[in-house]
């Protein structure tokens, strides 16, 4: 069965806008500007960022490295050490397969390749057509309940290739999906 356990909502349309001119240097800005003085601070901002604007862009680094007083190469290596960061937009849906160690022990890779297959992509890309993001995470904090997926931000656990199956079938430009 699959349990929804938590609703983690995105912004509606939050993954449409790759713009890089002005108005989303400002907005990255006015995003960054409450973590300025913080120790660390550049991690939430950066969650700020994509949380607000669905990724992180290359203009997003620069003006962020402008704000924290570092350089482009300190923000860039932050940026692409977590994989939680994307650098472009997402597709309509983002499925994340937690790829740790008690959901790998319990069919994770099963999972993935069940998932890349349906979808046509690998981990880490979008669906060509299909307007689903698929990233790998580690940990969703439901070990217990192994193997474990968020889609949308809808935790999912105990899943199956077949539930899984099921799932994406629903999604809009899923190959077979219907919705
Ligand atoms: S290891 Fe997958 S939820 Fe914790």
Redesign the pocket.
């Known amino acids: 069965m699959l349990v929804a356990m938590l609703s983690r909502a995105m912004p509606s349309g939050a993954y449409a806008d790759p713009s890089s001119g002005a108005e989303r240097r400002a907005r990255v800005r006015a995003l960054a500007q409450p973590h300025q003085a913080l120790r660390g601070g550049l991690l939430p901002a950066l969650h700020a960022v994509q949380d607000a604007l669905g990724f992180v862009a290359d203009a997003d680094v620069a003006e962020l490295a402008e704000v924290f007083n570092l350089s482009r190469a300190e923000v860039h290596g932050v940026v692409t050490y977590y994989h939680h960061f994307r650098r472009q937009p997402a597709g309509r849906h983002v499925l994340q397969l ?1 790829r ?5 022990a319990c069919g ?1 890779d099963a999972l993935v390749a069940a998932a890349e297959r349906q979808l046509g992509c690998t981990t880490g890309q979008t669906a060509a057509g299909a307007g689903v993001t698929l990233e790998a995470v ?6 217990a309940t ?3 997926a968020s889609l949308d931000g809808r935790l999912l656990a105990r899943l199956t290739p077949e539930r899984l199956a099921t799932l994406l079938a629903t999604l809009e430009g899923t190959p077979g999906g219907t919705a």
């Not at 740790?100 to 790998?104: D, I, Y």
């Open positions: 937690c740790a160690e008690a959901c790998q994770g580690y940990c969703l904090g439901l070990c192994a193997p474990a």
